[in-house]
């Protein structure tokens, strides 16, 4: 089995979903149905149950992911670490991002490697639908996540960005010309969920507008690859952060400001059994920046 096979397998055990996994290796959705059908075949059983809905392990699958996630890990921690030596590099730290804004860390990412010259940063991206598993399971060693996080094994530590919130929506809907909107004007619209834990969601969409009317979710979404798509087409509408009318600027969406919604934070956070010096040296960083 060549190593991108056995890469896409396991990225494909990670994310349930084709499409996610693709974009995750870069390559096409084809790409990785045709490494799955070719492990299959050699194999001689499937490796995965699909249907129009799930992907989802068979008992065969999950025994060749428990077998073969050690081992790949061990390769490539190995290169990794033979890389960073002949590089004169002796340490790494792993920091994961829910969002595409790395730019906006780019001051916190300097003031730590002036701190630590020979140890590099390195970035990895975390999706929705499972936004603290790389945490807990020690594929990422520190993370960047908005508040409220409300997990008994995890530390959050000092905050590191501050943002408004804003409406996203397709260029032709009806808010789309607005100066700004309300949380009442989202009781006649349909707003993305996907958030995960349910209190992201609940502090991001509130149940009901000021006047007690519901809203309405809609859609669930795990990646911002998908949230796209709904709100160009005007399937819904979805509350995010500023910092996507930068990153992910559209003709075809807009974002508007969202006038009584209160400001997004950002804060650093870690598995506290897993609290390294790394971890509060890059801590520090950041809290020097914001004094």
Same mark, same amino acid.
């Given at each position: 089995m060549e190593l991108r096979d056995i890469e896409i397998f396991l990225t494909l055990? =990670? !994310?349930?979903?084709? +499409?996610?996994? *693709?974009?995750?290796?870069?390559?096409?959705?084809?790409?990785?149905?045709?490494?799955?059908?070719?492990? !299959?075949?050699?194999? +001689? #059983?499937?490796?995965? =149950?699909?249907?129009?809905?799930?992907?989802?392990?068979?008992? @065969?699958?999950?025994?060749?992911? *428990?077998?073969? *996630? $050690?081992?790949y890990r061990g390769l490539h921690e190995g290169m990794e670490r033979a890389i960073r030596a002949a590089g004169g590099k002796s340490g790494v730290l792993r920091l994961g991002m829910l969002s595409s804004n790395v730019q906006d860390f780019r001051p916190l990412l300097d003031a730590f490697h002036a701190r630590h010259p020979a140890c590099e940063a390195r970035i990895r991206y975390v999706g929705f639908g499972d936004p603290f598993g790389p945490l807990r399971e +020690?594929?990422?060693?520190?993370? @960047? #996540?908005w508040l409220p996080v409300r997990?008994?094994?995890?530390?959050? +530590?000092?905050?590191?960005?501050?943002? $408004?919130?804003?409406? *996203?929506?397709?260029?032709?809907?009806?808010? #789309?010309?607005?100066e700004a909107v309300s949380y009442e004007d989202l009781a006649e619209e349909v707003v993305i969920g996907g958030a995960r834990p349910d209190y992201w969601r609940q502090a991001l969409v509130p149940a009901c507008t000021p006047s007690g009317r519901p809203i309405r979710i809609g859609p669930v979404v795990t990646a911002e690859s998908e949230l796209l798509p709904i709100l160009s087409n005007g399937e819904a509408v979805a509350l995010v952060h500023s910092h996507a009318a930068r990153y992910h600027a559209r003709p075809d969406i807009a974002y508007v400001p969202v006038r009584d919604a209160p400001p997004a934070r950002w804060a650093l956070l870690w598995r506290t059994a897993a609290e390294t010096d790394l971890i509060r040296s890059f801590a520090r960083a950041a809290r020097s920046l914001a004094t």
């Open positions: 055990a =990670e !994310e349930l979903h084709f +499409g996610r996994t *693709a974009e995750r290796l870069h390559v096409t959705p084809a790409r990785v149905s045709q490494a799955v059908k070719k492990q !299959e075949r050699r194999i +001689g #059983a499937a490796l995965f =149950e699909r249907s129009s809905r799930a992907v989802a392990l068979t008992p @065969i699958g999950r025994q060749l992911f *428990a077998d073969l *996630a $050690p081992a +020690g594929e990422v060693d520190v993370q @960047i #996540a997990e008994a094994d995890l530390t959050v +530590g000092p905050v590191v960005r501050v943002e $408004p919130v804003v409406l *996203a929506v397709g260029a032709g809907h009806r808010l #789309a010309g607005r």
